[in-house]
């Protein structure tokens, strides 16, 4: 594949899909929602390399909606690269996702760069962890690639976000994840989903500079810097990167038209 002058990614995430294609989540029709982000995101953008999604693909882990994920993604027909959320059924996912354009790889290049997925899901709760077998395999790839840029991906955010509730379940580990990114400078950006929010933030580690981001829901989002769980009135959205030989990074977050979705405050009693 022929990526020009940088790789042009599109990262989607916290799509909550349900198996009954019109239900709702806190007012908002997720499928929708999700569909219009597509269509958005080939208006937006003249040049797509590939779709990241990292994770809660779906709200309910049923194989009907991980099937018409699939059936979407196809349509779009661009290679889409998937991990798992804190809502999804892994075992689901590795049945009825891969296909000619959507893939769970754990890791790929692109042009100059390498793109690490990792799996930060621990069964049955909400919040993060990456196990001692995804740190050791992480490592053991790391010294392998010393000298590629590395963006590396995973479900829940990897620093803390400014929200005491939100960040009471992102990932629990940070520190043992630090520990492997200081050693390795190689690593350029962390980008994850799971707080449907804006997040962008440069984590510096005694040899090491890292740019964090996190990526608004393609559904609800939820308020910044608030202590206590509120729904925001912020649109739909995606992210876009741009990825340059050099290892520089470019980035920016793309909303649908305001007013497009609208949460129902009042079903969770705001």
Known sequence: MNYGS??????????????????SLVGIQTEAS?????????RTLS???????????????????????RRSLDKFGIHSYCLAGNHDDLALMQTHLPSEYVHLSRSLDVGKW????????????VHGYLA??????????????????????????AVPLGSKWMDGICLE???????????????????NGHAHQDFDQVYETPHNSVRCLVTPSTCIQFEP??????????????????LYPNGVMETEVHRLKVGSFHPDLAAIGY
């Open 47 to 69: 040049q797509i390399d590939l779709l990241l999604l990292t994770g809660d693909l779906t709200q309910d882990g049923s194989a009907t909606s991980y099937d018409r994920l």
């Open 132 to 157: 001692p077998s995804e740190l050791l395999w992480l490592e053991d790839t790391l010294n392998a690639y010393p000298d590629r840029p590395t963006l590396i991906a995973f479900h829940h955010p």
């Open 34 to 42: 999700f569909q219009e982000v597509l269509i958005n995101v080939k």
């Open 225 to 242: 810097q608030n202590p206590k769980f509120q729904i925001d009135s912020q649109p739909p959205g995606f992210r876009h990167l741009r």
């Open 173 to 191: 580990n940070q520190d043992q994840f630090w520990e492997i990114c200081d050693r390795h400078p190689q690593i350029e950006v962390v980008l």
């Open 6 to 23: 940088f790789v042009s990614i599109a990262q989607l995430t916290d799509i909550h899909l349900f198996e009954d294609i019109k239900q």
């Open 114 to 125: 390498r793109i690490l997925l990792l799996s930060s899901v621990v069964v049955g709760a």
